[in-house]
């Protein structure tokens, strides 16, 4: 029996919600890409255009026996402002959309269900869409692991992550493998 699921989520500028994923108790890898457009093996630039479809997203491989998948789309929704429509924060355009690409019924089903909790608390007023099925494609190397290294020096990361890293660890503190690292 495999013990390692998948999770597909885009929340944003992926660099984001890889430093969010990359410290969740659980989870064993973290890979920045691109989802849901309509252009084969897109680039960076070409995504950051718009014109392609694509979503920054990541794919999150965890150990259900540890967090399940619907703990990991609470986490996700929790980490990023679910109620920005093609947006968060200044990162503006569908390419920055929140989504859940499910990898089957079931995680379908937790996805609507997700979604239902994260009205409950923002008023009806959550606009993250599930999609999909869709082609994955990895993002160019660079993007990986991204604050762990360029992250911490670049003024975008530095304001915008560690607020992420604190509402994570604030939220969700015994989920969390660090704590007060990397802020």
Not at 24 to 50: D, F, H, T
Not at 52 to 65: C, L, Q
Request: charged share 20%; net charge negative; aromatic share 10%.
């Amino acid at each position: 029996m495999n013990s390692r699921q998948t999770a597909i989520i885009a929340g944003g500028c992926f660099w984001c919600t890889e430093a969010v994923f990359r410290d969740v108790i659980g989870v064993s890898a973290v890979e920045s890409g691109y989802i849901g457009g309509s252009v084969p093996n897109p680039s960076y630039r070409a995504v950051c255009s718009g014109a392609t479809g694509h979503a920054e997203a990541i794919k999150v491989e965890f150990d259900p026996a540890v967090i399940s998948y619907a703990e990991v789309l609470d986490v996700f929704m929790a980490t990023h402002d679910p109620t920005q429509l093609n947006r968060q924060g200044n990162d503006i355009g569908t390419q920055y959309r929140s989504a859940i690409f499910p990898l089957g019924e079931e995680q379908r089903a937790e996805a609507e269900a997700a979604i239902a909790r994260a009205n409950e608390e923002h008023g009806g007023n959550v606009v993250t869409t599930i999609e999909g099925p869709a082609e994955w494609y990895p993002a160019e190397d660079y993007h990986q692991e991204y604050w762990d290294g360029e992250g911490q020096r670049n003024p975008y990361c530095l304001a915008v992550i560690p607020p992420k890293l604190m509402k994570l660890r604030k939220s969700f503190a015994a989920r969390v493998k660090s704590q007060g690292q990397n802020l």
